[in-house]
């Protein structure tokens, strides 16, 4: 298969992250005779730096006309501590999700038998763990009306959502439930805000239509504390934009290391594949990151794309170095290897098998 992936290494940790994800796409090429053809997109801190624009049109265009992006990260701390900046890096990001119309993030989380004591929770806790959060990435309090008022002393951002906009999103969880242990969670908060009311109201009237998947409908701050105390009883979770970036970064604990958790997002036009991680600047050029993530979101893009072979034998490999002791600084301070032979090692060892 031809493919053009374009890849957005944005900042921080990005660039060596993306490195490593591109050495395995190439040895996952080589192995299935697919040619891959790469094209490369300035995001984020570094297209501000450049151009003035932390998603210039180039890009995006360069983005439409591909088969996938590869995303690594986006931030810098230069633009966290002063409130009144206009460009910012994390608005790149926003703004390819919203011009890409990428809906739906699906982020998996999951836990490595290997790495079971590397969790701060209870082994008895998250041995087990599979769950798969659907979060709303184009709408919701992230894209809602916001202001300040004349004497800027007050603030307001809105939750907006509607109907049909909650609908898409809800198929993709059936769906996806469907293939699994079709247990699908709502998370809202509905005993308090209206627009989680409306999405309740949305998915009670879709379940008709999925008679097989088990509806559930928590209220976020419970969920909050239920994966913490028992994650395993979760199958699929679907929730709104700022839920599931707060959840999804808390159930990431369970894994060990946010540096293994990949995602997918998904929409209308090009999927993005990317880290659930940010751009961790303090450890940017020091080749201690860890690639994991970004490698099995590679493995997300083959699988979305129809290559279920090519997708599996990523997710073998990586369990491979895990079992094969690999790790880096994040999950074995003392210890460790680099971020580029981590990503040699999978690269090898996918085609060696
Ligand atoms: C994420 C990130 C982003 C988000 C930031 C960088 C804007 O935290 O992808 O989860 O809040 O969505
Ligand atoms: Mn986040």
Known sequence: MNLKI??????????????????????????????????????????????????????????????????????????????????????????????????????PTFTFEELIDKSPLKKELIQGTDIVFVRELTSGIYFGKRGRSDDKNSAFDTCYYRRDEIKRLAKIGFNLSMKRKKKL???????????????????????????????????????????????????????????GDILTDEASVISGSIGLMPSASIGDKTSVFEPIHGSYPEAAGKNIANPIATILSSSMMFKQLG????????DYAVKESIKKGQLTRDLSPKNFVSTSDLGDWIANKILNI
């Open 6 to 107: 374009t890849k957005l290494s944005g900042d921080g940790i990005g660039p060596e992250v993306i490195n490593e994800a591109v050495k395995v796409c190439d040895s996952i090429a080589k192995k299935f005779n697919h040619n891959i053809t790469w094209d490369e997109g300035i995001v984020g801190a570094n297209a501000i730096e450049k151009v003035g624009n932390p998603y210039p049109e180039e890009t995006h265009d360069k983005c439409l006309n591909s088969d996938a992006v590869l995303f690594g990260a986006i931030g810098d701390p230069k633009f966290d501590n002063d409130p009144s900046l206009k460009i910012r890096p994390e608005q790149g990001l926003l703004s390819m999700r919203k011009k890409l119309g990428l809906y739906a993030n699906i982020r």
């Open 185 to 243: 969670c709502c998370v809202d908060k509905a005993n308090v805000l209206e627009s989680s009311r409306l999405w309740r109201e949305t998915i009670q009237a879709m379940e008709l239509k999925y008679p097989d998947v088990v509806v559930s409908y928590e209220f976020v701050d419970a969920v909050a504390m239920r994966l913490i105390q028992n994650p395993s009883t979760y199958d699929v979770l679907i929730t709104s934009n700022l839920f």
């Open 307 to 314: 290559l279920n072979k090519e997708s599996e034998l990523i």
